[in-house]
């Protein structure tokens, strides 16, 4: 009988360390990708600053920068934003735009050319 328990014990042990291991799994895959979205943003912010320095406007910039589809992406003149709402895991939009702005925001408003 004690044998069955230490047994049943161990399994349960297993499967507790297992649920832990996963999850932890989960939360290190999650905070890459939103790692990873972050540093796409930089290399956009990076690239609008230098098509802006070229031919002193942002009109084209959406059309020339090739963004993925879940980007969405605005500009006119002396105005640009560009933004993707974050993963579910985590809440908001990261957006970037011609005043510097790069980071976070709970949400952007459709028609604005800036993210707050």
């Not at 609008?48 to 070229?54: E, G, L, Q, V």
């Not at 963004?67 to 985590?90: A, H, W």
Request: aromatic share 14%; charged share 20%; glycine share 8%.
């Amino acid at each position: 009988m004690i044998g069955i328990f230490k047994l049943l014990t161990e399994i349960l042990f297993a499967l507790v360390v297992a649920a832990a291991l996963g999850y932890a799994g989960y939360l290190f895959f999650t905070n890459e990708k939103i790692v990873s979205i972050e540093a796409q943003f930089l290399i956009n912010e990076r690239f609008a600053k230098t098509y802006y320095s070229r031919i002193q406007t942002y009109d084209g910039l959406c059309g020339d920068i090739k963004l993925p589809s879940e980007y969405v992406c605005r500009s006119d003149g002396d105005k640009y934003r560009i933004y993707q709402v974050m993963p579910v895991s985590t809440s908001g939009v990261y957006c970037i735009d011609a005043t510097g702005f790069a980071g976070r925001v709970e949400t952007v408003r459709r028609n604005e050319m800036t993210c707050r």
